[in-house]
């Protein structure tokens, strides 16, 4: 186990991508935890204010993602400083991405509808980092040879390839597969060539006569909808704590 941490987190200077993805994940389940303690009136936290304004924790994420990430950046790959400064940075990221929606909305929306946008980007930027430290680069490059690179043109071939197929399934209205496709490009081939999603701009431009496309492109999705929204609202339930209601409280955010 020695050894493979060794070949593969600290030679490729992978141990701050480590360190960051690590307190990333462990400040959002804190933070979740707090906020649903105050939220149900529990334990001794309590919402932070100042002078009657309420200090989202937003607020103290934004600063420590800046202060984590110009010190990350200042501080190369190695080293203490660097190891530091990626824990800094994730607790930041953490902080801010735990409150994207009310980002997003400009509006306190932490325990409604819309709140459930901050739990699904906290799990796709969880599992997109996931990935370079599981040894995929981006546009596919863990997937030339070394021939290949000496070759410029295959290898800028391979990269505007791969890029405009994450562009197509972007366009498609495939926005997690595309994220997913900058590291493994199977996935945005699956997303580029599958019908687009109802409302997108590849739907609304490319469709317009093609009925017959519009009709198994607004069934496909139903049934995917139908499929996939009740499991990802149960998990998001789960790490959101969504389904504790507890009439009367406020939004519960510190």
Partial sequence: MGHWFSRNILEPGKLPMLLALTSFVLTFLVTRTVT??????????R???SGGLHIHHVVPGVVLTVLG?????????HGFGAAAFAVV???????????????LHLDDVYWSEEGRQSVEVVVLTAALMLLPLSGFSPLGVDDVTAEERQDRVGFILTLVLNFLLILVALVKGKLRMALIGVFV???????AVRLARPGSWWWRRLYRRRHRARARGTIRAYRHDKRWTRV???????IGGFQERVPGRGSGTP
């Avoid at 990430?69 to 790959?77: H, I, K, L, P, Q």
């Avoid at 490009?185 to 997303?191: E, K, L, Q, R």
């Avoid at 990802?232 to 789960?238: E, G, I, N």
């Fill in 36 to 45: 649903r303690l105050i939220r149900a009136g529990k334990g001794p936290f």
């Fill in 47 to 49: 919402n932070v204010s």
């Fill in 69 to 77: 990430g110009f010190g990350a950046v200042a501080s190369g790959r």
């Fill in 89 to 103: 940075f994730g607790i930041g990221a953490g902080l801010v991405l735990d409150e994207f929606a009310l980002i």
């Fill in 185 to 191: 490009p199977f996935v945005a081939i699956v997303g």
């Fill in 232 to 238: 990802r609202r149960k998990v998001q339930d789960l």
